[in-house]
């Protein structure tokens, strides 16, 4: 069960007199996170117990953190790949993969998707001459229909790169549904963004049918860490890194040829500091619930859920007072719609959200953008600002689903994005701030 309270009380910030609403962007910490990173900070440099052989205590923090993330992801530690962020890390990969992106391969992108997802890809492709099919979104709701990839995968197909979540909306991709039709296609990598879905839901890369995950810590509340998890071993073998050494392997080198691919991809090296909080980080989502047993990933399954449906209400609960206000405009919600309703159960994880009956059940992740008519969004989130209240401001340069529907021309957008310490008095002071405007 999801105590609502309790979990306030694991943030220290939340005493600060400010409201925070802003957790797509820059999620508050918990303090088990904030003290777990500088714990590691000083003890990375330290001499490791002689049990565990040499080295420092820090290559223990970066072998955690490795392991951390698999349980979050349903990976193997051996196929996690560590960096500064995930755009850093995806850029890499694009420009690793020139097999997969040559003149005859075709990369399939999707507009719903933001430009951390897509940019890397597209750069990639311009550079190795692979030709760019764009899936595109409907516009009314903001989602990502399934159905056109049926039509946009091919044999050629070498590459598709989609997010699960829409970061400024919370839009969810059927990614199972690409998955399957991909690989019976071809023999392409789904390369999924999981940043702005991983907060709230339960990841399991062998139900997603993917390939390679990305995602970034901050968003979870830990630290400025991104990763990339393959599915298998072998991929890393496929990418061209000048680094290492190429060659025919046999079982047991293949994991070795792994490491030292897994090496090179992270170049510059890893903060050991920062990494040591990347297990408290996975194991303060995997304690949101405390009924939730098992091992870290199955408590996961467990935990995210219940988070998640906590969250939904509180969602529901600003689009319904939001749209009481008349004027404001919440995207992807139209006029027939009943607020902000459960879409009943979605995918292996048993996810589920979505904005009301007139909205067909779109399935959606608690975030949620809004625009005041007549008022610019920086002007809105200044006010709300003056106010205590933290939101974020979506421009053009942040969402191509947004540039599409149109919303730029009218100013931006404000974006919240819920985290499980807000409350529903957040919520109120946000909707009383924004009545006062209106």
């Excluded at 309270?5 to 904030?34: C, F, I, M």
């Excluded at 040499?54 to 790949?81: H, S």
């Excluded at 789904?190 to 839901?201: F, G, Q, T």
Aim: one cysteine or more; a negative charge; charged letters at 20%.
């Amino acid at each position: 069960m999801f105590d609502s309270a309790r979990v306030r009380g694991l943030y220290v910030s939340q005493s600060d007199g400010w409201t925070y609403l802003n957790g797509g962007a820059r999620a508050q910490v918990p303090e088990k996170v904030s003290s777990a990173v500088t714990r590691a900070f000083r003890t990375a440099p330290l001499q490791a117990d002689p049990a565990s052989g040499n080295g420092t205590r820090g290559d223990a923090y970066v072998d955690a953190a490795r392991t951390a993330i698999a349980d979050l992801v349903g990976g193997v530690p051996e196929c996690v790949v560590l960096g500064p962020s995930r755009a850093a890390l995806l850029n890499t990969l694009a420009s690793s993969v020139p097999a997969k992106l040559r003149i005859g391969r075709e990369v399939v992108l999707s507009r719903v998707d933001d430009p951390v997802s897509t940019a890397p890809w597209e750069l990639a492709a311009d550079l190795y001459g692979a030709d760019l099919r764009w899936a595109e979104a409907e516009l009314t709701s903001g989602s990502l229909p399934t159905w056109q990839f049926s039509e946009l995968i091919g044999p050629s197909t070498s590459v598709v790169a989609v997010a699960a979540a829409n970061e400024h909306i919370g839009t969810v991709t059927d990614v199972r549904a690409i998955a399957d039709l991909l690989h019976a296609k071809s023999n392409g990598w789904l390369v999924v963004d999981a940043a702005s879905y991983a907060p709230y839901r339960h990841i399991d890369m062998a139900e997603w049918g993917a390939d390679v995950v990305a995602l970034d810590l901050a968003p979870l509340g830990g630290p400025e860490v991104g990763a990339l998890v393959f599915r298998d071993p072998a991929m890393l073998a496929e990418l061209r890194l000048a680094e290492v050494r190429t060659g025919r392997h046999s079982t047991p080198d293949l994991l070795a040829l792994a490491k030292r691919r897994v090496a090179a991809l992270e170049r510059g090296g890893l903060a050991p500091g920062l990494l040591g909080a990347v297990p408290a980080t996975v194991d303060f989502l995997a304690g949101l619930d405390e009924d939730a047993t098992g091992d870290r990933h199955e408590r996961l399954r467990t935990s995210l859920p219940a988070a998640e449906a906590y969250m939904h209400t509180l969602a529901r609960h600003l689009v319904d007072g939001l749209r009481d206000l008349g004027v404001v405009h919440v995207i992807g919600v139209t006029d027939e719609d009943d607020g902000y309703g459960q879409a009943g159960s979605h995918g292996a994880a048993g996810s589920f959200g979505g904005y009301g009956n007139g909205y067909n059940s779109v399935d959606r992740v608690p975030r949620v953008s809004f625009l005041v008519p007549g008022l610019p969004a920086s002007s809105v989130v200044e006010r709300l600002l003056d106010n205590a209240v933290v939101t974020e401001v979506v421009g053009l340069e942040d969402s191509a689903l947004f540039d599409q529907m149109g919303v730029a021309e009218m100013g931006g957008a404000v974006c919240v994005g819920f985290a499980p310490h807000n409350a529903r008095y957040d919520v109120d002071q946000l909707v009383r701030v924004i009545g006062g405007m209106v």
